[in-house]
């Protein structure tokens, strides 16, 4: 075992069938300083790295340049400085413990033959990143740095030379690990998010290599070269290292779904329109946020004309303070999910009378609607009605500063429920409403609030003699001033959880109506 000659190693190259001590050692602090490349980088911000805007293979340019984003966010500096002590802090607790490496390989030693070892698994027992910085690369992507980092792992070992066989551990000390990085972000020609590496440089210092048990006091006498060889190699390979892992994450990216089903009559499509636009100060992205039909294609009609929201977004923006995230929603996205649930067929209810309240002061009964008209009550005494809603049309949403406007357009038919359980068709009706909402955040969970401003009905045909429209309207807008809202207001309230990710929630949300879009602005938390 005396033979391990420190030279040998910097002839040999880190292949996996011919892995030499240095390489070994290299793929163990490889193992865990890459991850750090995917939290911060860099080492000299004035380091020129190469970076080609133009050279992204996954990105598109042209990509519905002519579409208006029904949804854009905007990403701040708050929030990449957030999102760099967040994955340094998840990547410390996803590292520090065993992983399991089962790392294989052969050494030929002149005069003694071949060094077989085997490496099952290493413990990171530390990893500090005590200088990093996240920050925006204009037109490119984002910068990635690091400087000082420091790490320290232990791996269990063994090895055989001829007959010879010897076991023990290392522990591996790097310091002052630097990294400059730059990843381009983009879209590709499906509208999915695509990741390239820009430029990268790295730099590692002050490694230093200690075996334990076996015939350790040998190896580290030889441990001083070969550090130095590993040092080189380490400064070779960490930018090669970055690179497979963006690729692996730039594959994961192209099977990341482009849209997603609601429920069984439509899905929501949220692919990016364009790559993201980066500035010094903020990145936006423009998502299409359109409502389609499951499994049918859909043509929005030209009666929606909704607000276009401007990409990027309009500076100043209506905001007190730089939040992290911005959120901004056109109506165009309520009117395309009013349009898809329309032509699905989903607006439509059968209402018994089991389903009104009994204070409603109009009753699914003959005896109750004969004061409108009476020829019902006098062909069909006392006997339950049923109504058939639906809307005729689609309905259309606006968004303006003091509410979010809607006008539905719906039609009635009453049919009267005869004993032997034939229903007769009574009379046709078309209902339109004019209605306001506010959309209110509470905790981490969407709601709203409505008042209905305005009802009207009027007779399409009659089989019980004319219907007294204006008194029947006058009665209905009562009762749904009186219990209908009320009651849609105690449903909307809180009604819809906002999406989490990794144990992160929105904190202190702010929501605000401006003309033809609804602002969302928040800072993160991370809940373990």
Not at 467 to 495: D, H, I
Not at 513 to 524: A, N, R, S
């Amino acid at each position: 075992m005396a033979a391990s000659s420190a030279p040998a190693p910097s002839s040999q190259h880190c292949s996996r069938g011919s892995l030499g001590p240095a390489c070994l050692c290299l793929l163990l602090l490889l193992s865990t300083c890459v991850p750090i490349t995917g939290t911060n980088p860099g080492i000299n911000p004035g380091t020129n790295l190469g970076t080609n805007p133009g050279t992204n293979p996954g990105t598109n340019p042209g990509t519905n340049l002519g579409i208006n984003p029904g949804i854009t966010a905007r990403l701040t500096r708050r929030a990449l400085e957030f999102g760099r002590r967040f994955g340094v802090e998840l990547l410390q607790s996803l590292l520090q413990k065993e992983h399991e490496l089962d790392l294989q390989g052969s050494y030929h030693i002149p005069l003694l033959g071949t060094l077989t070892y085997t490496v099952p698994r290493i413990h990171i027992q530390e990893l500090q990143v005590n200088d990093s910085s996240l920050d925006f690369a204009e037109d490119v992507g984002l910068r990635l740095t690091v400087q000082g980092a420091r790490v320290r792992l232990s791996a269990e070992w063994g090895a055989r030379l001829g007959a010879v066989q010897d076991s023990g551990s290392l522990e591996l000390h790097m310091q002052d690990l630097a990294m400059a990085a730059v990843l381009g972000l983009g879209a590709d020609a499906d509208g999915r998010p695509a990741l390239w590496s820009a430029g990268c440089d790295a730099r590692g210092t002050h490694l230093r290599l200690q075996f334990h048990r076996g015939h350790s006091w040998l190896y580290n006498l030889l441990a001083p070269p070969l550090q130095g060889t590993l040092q080189q190699e380490l400064n070779k390979q960490l930018c090669i290292e970055l690179r497979k892992g963006v690729f692996k994450l730039e594959d994961a990216l192209k099977q990341m779904r482009v849209s997603t089903q609601v429920d069984a009559f439509v899905a929501i499509d949220h692919s990016l329109l364009r790559p993201p636009a980066i500035t010094a100060e903020h990145g936006d992205i423009a998502i299409k946020g359109e409502f389609f039909r499951v499994h049918k294609s859909q043509q929005r009609p030209s009666l929606v004309l909704p607000v276009p929201l401007p990409v990027p977004l309009p500076v100043p923006l209506p905001v007190a303070h730089e939040p992290m995230l911005l959120v901004a929603v056109t109506d165009s996205v309520a009117n395309s999910a009013a349009f898809a649930y329309f032509t699905a067929g989903a607006l439509r209810r059968n209402i018994s009378s089991a389903m009104l309240l009994r204070r409603f002061p109009v009753q699914l009964k003959t005896k109750s609607f004969g004061i409108f008209t009476p020829q019902l009550q006098e062909r069909f005494p006392d006997q339950p009605m049923e109504l058939q809603v639906w809307a005729r049309r689609q309905p259309l949403f606006s968004c303006h500063p003091d509410a979010v406007h809607g006008a539905l357009f719906g039609s009635a038919e009453a049919f009267v429920l005869l004993p032997n359980g034939t229903r007769v068709p009574a009379f046709l009706l078309d209902i339109d409403a004019n209605v306001t909402g506010k959309p209110i955040i509470t905790g981490n969970r969407l709601g709203a609030t409505m008042s209905l401003k305005g009802l009207r009905v009027t007779q399409v045909t009659s089989h019980v003699g004319p219907v007294e429209v204006q008194r029947l309207e006058t009665l209905l807008s009562l009762g749904l001033r009186l219990f209908g809202v009320p009651r849609a207001n105690k449903w909307l309230q809180a009604r819809v959880p906002l999406p989490t990710l990794y144990g992160l929630r929105l904190l202190n949300p702010r929501l605000s109506l401006h003309e033809g879009f609804m602002l969302i602005t928040t800072d993160l938390q991370h809940e373990p």
